[in-house]
């Protein structure tokens, strides 16, 4: 395949947008060469300005779960926009998307919409400080949360428990209140509230996480969390930015049975159009402006064009039935084809999978946390992402990254996929 109008495209990029992208991960730094400039795309096909199809294993990093340009979401925005694209207004259609979801999710009355996951987040942990009364947060390593400036840390050093900045810009004063966890580790946050009595506001988690890979947590690690919060009245928040309303209707909360205090959306909830959300019960929301103290506001908030594609997405996902059970039979069986392809090239390799939530790693040992994901060979992983994108298989630019599997995909693609990494994993 060729990529000579994409390469000339990112040069012109380049010169008026820092980097010639507007999110970091496109660059394909990771992973050396080009980025693919994409001129439509249809299901669970992307193309590109050079004519070439991809098969997309990205979705958008999420959002697409039933392909792109999915007609009643594209419809649904196509007759909003006619009527005016925002108007700093209330309209109906929020109440419409927000009784949905609270319809669907487990343990939330409430939820308020944002323009994208990182407000989500940042949003979350405001409100927890300020209905604790506390100023620390843990996170876990590995764990993203979106840019804003309290999830920009890295573990510090030694035996320290206080995070260090790991983006300049971002202040000693903020890292101070950031604590760093290692995901999958229950003594570790043991540790943390024994060292920070009475002072952490929340733990924020993904339940899966996504963002160093696919990293399923271990049994009863969500469990035993749930219970060290409630014990030191802490809030937990599942990041559901990823999982919502991918892993089931009700998103991880529903799949492993565990409540979060504060739940935080993007991606899927916005059927591709940028949407965030968070959600508590009652009590906690209403501790939020105009009603409580905790200050949150956004001119675009809630958008009828964003709502519309929203609504129309939760609508498909609420009323599908066999939904969750096609998207974890085929992600199965492509975690089964690939598993097949790579033991017979005597690959060494492990594969990580959640329902529709999978990823690959050049790695014989268990990948759990932020640790053991770095171990893997990247320059396998490089030949690997090159090798499929030459068959036509489009993965995530970086081994750090989760595949999002589509309902639109068919058994004919994947068993394209399938031979396409038996190619590949010939020649790593
Ligand atoms: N939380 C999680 C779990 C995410 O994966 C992401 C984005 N990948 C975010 C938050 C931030 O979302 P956004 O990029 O929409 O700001």
């Known amino acids: 395949m060729l990529y000579q109008r994409s390469s000339q495209l990112f040069v012109e990029a380049a010169k008026v947008i820092p980097g010639g992208v507007n999110s970091p991960v496109r660059a394909f730094k990771a992973v050396g060469g080009t980025p693919i400039f994409v001129k439509e795309a249809k299901g669970a096909y992307l193309y590109d300005e050079d004519g070439n199809r991809l098969i997309d294993y990205i979705n958008s990093w999420g959002p697409m779960l039933l392909g792109h340009a999915y007609e009643p979401v594209v419809n649904a925005v196509i007759e909003k926009a006619k009527k005016g694209t925002s108007f700093g207004m209330p309209t109906e259609l929020e109440t419409q998307i927000a009784a949905l979801a609270v319809s669907m999710v487990p343990n939330i009355d409430k939820i308020r919409f944002v323009n994208s996951g990182t407000e989500a987040c940042m949003s979350a942990i405001r409100l927890a400080r300020g209905y604790t009364k506390r100023d620390k947060i843990v996170k876990f390593s590995g764990c993203y949360h979106g840019h804003s400036d309290s999830f920009l840390i890295a573990a510090g050093s030694g035996l320290s428990t206080f995070g260090v900045p790991n983006s300049p810009g971002v202040t000693e004063g903020t890292a101070k209140d950031t604590l760093l966890a290692a ?8 540790a943390l509230f024994a060292a920070n009595k009475d002072q952490i506001a929340a733990v924020i988690i993904e339940p899966v ?15 035993d969390l749930r219970t060290v919060c409630s014990e030191n009245g802490t809030l937990l928040i599942f990041d559901e930015v990823m999982t919502g309303f991918r892993l089931a209707k009700g998103g991880a909360q529903e799949l492993f049975n565990i409540q979060a205090d504060i739940v935080c959306f993007g991606k899927v909830i916005g059927g591709g159009l940028p949407v965030g959300a968070f959600a508590a019960c009652n009590e906690i929301m209403d501790y939020l402006a105009p009603v409580g103290p905790v200050y949150q506001a956004g001119t675009l908030s809630g958008n009828p064009l964003a709502m519309a594609a929203g609504f129309e997405m939760l609508k498909q996902i609420n009323s599908d039935q066999e939904l969750f059970a096609r998207l974890e039979e085929k992600t199965a069986y492509l975690e089964n084809g690939i598993r097949e392809k790579l033991t017979e090239n005597n690959v060494v390799f492990t594969v990580n999978r959640v329902g ?3 990823s690959v790693h050049f790695d014989a040992n268990p990948v759990c946390d932020f640790k053991t994901a770095a171990n893997g060979d990247n320059e396998t992983f490089k030949k690997f992402f090159h090798g499929l994108l030459k068959e036509g298989v489009y993965i995530a630019p970086s081994a750090y990254e989760t595949w999002f599997i589509t309902d639109a995909l068919t058994y004919e693609d994947l068993d394209f996929t399938i031979k396409a990494v038996g190619k590949v994993a010939k020649e790593l």
């Open 183 to 190: 995901y999958n580790d229950i003594e570790n946050i043991k």
């Open 356 to 358: 529709s939530m999978i």
């Open 209 to 223: 996480a996504g963002n160093m890979g696919c990293i399923p947590p271990k049994e009863g690690f969500l469990k």
